[in-house]
């Protein structure tokens, strides 16, 4: 059966509650939406994925009040983080409900639930009137989709359908917040940055890079994010020869005289975020065998994308 493509939330709401996978866009990157209350269809996503089980998803919700669909016992600074930040690329891990199939969560007593600032989602969340389940709408391992034509790059006619959207807004997935620990703990970095976590009055770290099944968030053990192009991190273009056969993406054009098989350059570091994942996927499909990227500067609002260079190149 082809994918369905519907620019209709009611539509695709009607098909989430029927037990079907629909990828939808979001500001962070596309979801592949399912049931959270739906064991099987739930075990079809994680197959169709091949996502490891022990890789929990993350549930998303529209707006707060259908908190308690996913959640329970929610902690004091999770709804003042909620509050203060959502909707937007921020997910909180709180103590699960026992709505959500046990699968979701791998196992684990949490949750991670989002509020996406996205209209078309929102809609179709507030009308599905259910927990719904999205991990990122790629191939487990692969760099995320920003736009739908990546997402059915993919997958290809085994989706049941998608909610065509625009390209994602920020690009990056969302800032994990663990509300369990005091201080609450980034398990990992996103598009809501520390400082902005911090903005809320919250006491909070960053998660330490730990290797200890549940001290961390379970999915960064895993690869992530990386093309099959050979991805080597550059401080400079200066540090690296052209090659017709390699691809080059910075924030500095390389010097003159350096040619590379396709290159690009983004006037900021957001823009380089928004098009990063696409880029990846474009690298590959122009059968390129490698390609440098530029690595960005330290700091909080550069985190995101600096964690997500380091593990596109295998780090
Ligand atoms: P993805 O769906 O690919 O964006 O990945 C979701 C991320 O959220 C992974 O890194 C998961 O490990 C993390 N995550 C989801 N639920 C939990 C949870 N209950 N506890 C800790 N991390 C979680
Ligand atoms: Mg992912």
Redesign the pocket.
């Known amino acids: 059966m082809p994918v369905e493509q519907t620019r209709d939330p009611l539509r695709a709401a009607h098909l989430l509650r029927s037990g079907r996978l629909v990828a939808f866009p979001t500001e962070t990157v596309y979801g592949l939406g399912v049931d959270a209350t739906n064991g099987e269809a739930v075990a079809r996503l994680f197959k169709l994925k091949r996502r490891p089980g022990n890789?929990?998803?993350?549930v998303h919700l529209a707006d707060l009040e259908q908190l308690h669909l996913a959640a329970r016992d929610i902690p004091p600074l999770a709804i003042q983080l909620l509050s203060a930040l959502a909707p937007g690329p921020l997910?909180v891990?709180v103590p699960k409900s026992d709505s959500i199939v046990p699968s979701v969560?791998a196992g684990?007593s949490?949750?991670?639930v989002r509020i996406p600032d996205h209209d078309l989602a929102r809609q179709m969340l507030r009308a599905t009137g259910l927990p719904i389940a999205a991990?990122?709408a790629n191939r487990s391992g692969r760099p995320s989709a920003t736009t739908f034509k990546s997402v059915l790059e993919d997958f290809g006619d085994e989706l049941d359908a998608i909610l065509i959207g625009d390209p994602s807004r920020i690009g990056l997935?969302s800032t994990?917040v663990?509300c369990l620990s005091n201080p609450a703990r980034v398990?990992?970095p996103g598009g809501v940055t520390l400082e902005q976590l911090r903005s809320v009055n919250v006491n909070v770290v960053m998660a330490g890079v730990s290797h200890q099944p549940g001290d961390n968030?379970?999915?960064?053990l895993h690869p992530h994010y990386q093309p099959r192009a050979k991805v080597i991190l550059v401080e400079t273009p200066a540090d690296i020869d052209g090659s017709t056969d390699a691809a080059y993406l910075g924030l500095n054009g390389p010097p003159h005289g350096q040619t590379f098989g396709w290159e690009m350059i983004y006037p900021s570091v957001q823009q380089y975020a928004q098009a990063f994942y696409e880029a990846l996927r474009e690298v590959d499909r122009r059968g390129l065998t490698t390609v440098y990227c530029q690595q960005v500067p330290a700091g909080d609002s550069n985190a995101a994308l600096a964690d997500r260079l380091r593990r596109a190149a295998g780090d």
Request: hydrophobic fraction near 30%.
């Open positions: 890789n929990p998803l993350i997910t891990v969560t684990l949490t949750v991670g991990p990122s997935e994990v663990d398990l990992r968030s379970p999915g960064r």
